[in-house]
């Protein structure tokens, strides 16, 4: 079989959630592109605070961070903010925290290599198929005196939460950066916190056989996305629904089958495909 025949499955950590998830859910959202009508205030406020710590090391991997680029970062998010849905007071607390977080890691000893930079890395080929991996890190860097890179992923935290190193996110990082390391970089907005207590850095460490291991797992996972895709069947995982304060897709599959289509356009909508491979090709 030549090369032109196989089977060709790219995912990202948020498509193998979704299908480890439920199923449906990965279709609906992966394939069918069937999202909620209003985007939850959360991701909005997520999208902001990754814009300006984006901006923030791109002037520090170039040797250009001072106070007047912070002030101009803090510009630019403003202008950035009128894209999103959040208030003045949102906006002006974004503002206070990136001020609070550029403060608190002054003089931090780390090198940025990459900035949001996409990734697509095949770890799997046979005689019928290849998998290939993709994403987008926050950052790439090192620590000045060394050679050895990690991946960092900013966390906007409104309260505590225990991230897993088992996090298929982390782990697919980890796999296809060729590191050990991958440090959540906590952005809290705690109020009632002192600032070493809302930025907080949590690394995580892999050995390789648990990198191999998830290695292994995801490429069976890309096995069962084949079969499913080829049978045209995906059943519900029921006990998902709850999960995560609720499936945004509990209202549409509670709906009679036959009607549910119309539920596009008033509680849904088709909206633009999960690709990360566009940005891939704009690079």
Known sequence: MSKEEKTIIVFDAT??????????????????NIRPKHTESYFEKGNLIHYLLELYYKA????ELNQEKIE????LGRIKSLKFDLTLEEVAEHIFQFREYARFYEGENIIPLYIEQPFMV????????????SGQPDLIFKYTNTNNIAVMDHKRMQREFPYSPLRNQFLLYATAMKTDTVIVNKV????????????VRTPFV??????????????????????????QHFPRNRTSCEKFNGCYLQRYCS?????????????????????????????
Not at 72 to 75: A, F, H, K, L, S
């Open 15 to 32: 498509e193998l959630d979704n299908f480890e998830l439920c199923t449906f859910k990965w279709h609906a959202f992966h394939h069918r």
């Open 60 to 63: 520090k991997q170039v040797n």
């Open 72 to 75: 101009e970062t803090i510009e």
């Open 122 to 133: 095949k770890i799997y080929e046979d005689e019928d198929m290849i998998v290939y991996i």
């Open 188 to 199: 809290g907005f705690q109020k009632t916190k002192a600032a070493k207590d809302r930025f």
């Open 206 to 231: 892999y050995s390789q056989e648990i990198l191999d291991e998830w290695k292994e797992d995801a490429i069976n996972r890309a096995r069962e996305m084949v079969i499913f895709e080829k049978v």
């Open 255 to 283: 709906t009679k089958p036959r009607a549910r289509e119309f539920l596009i356009g008033t509680e849904y909508i088709i909206g633009k495909p999960w690709d990360i491979g566009e940005k891939l090709e704009a690079k």
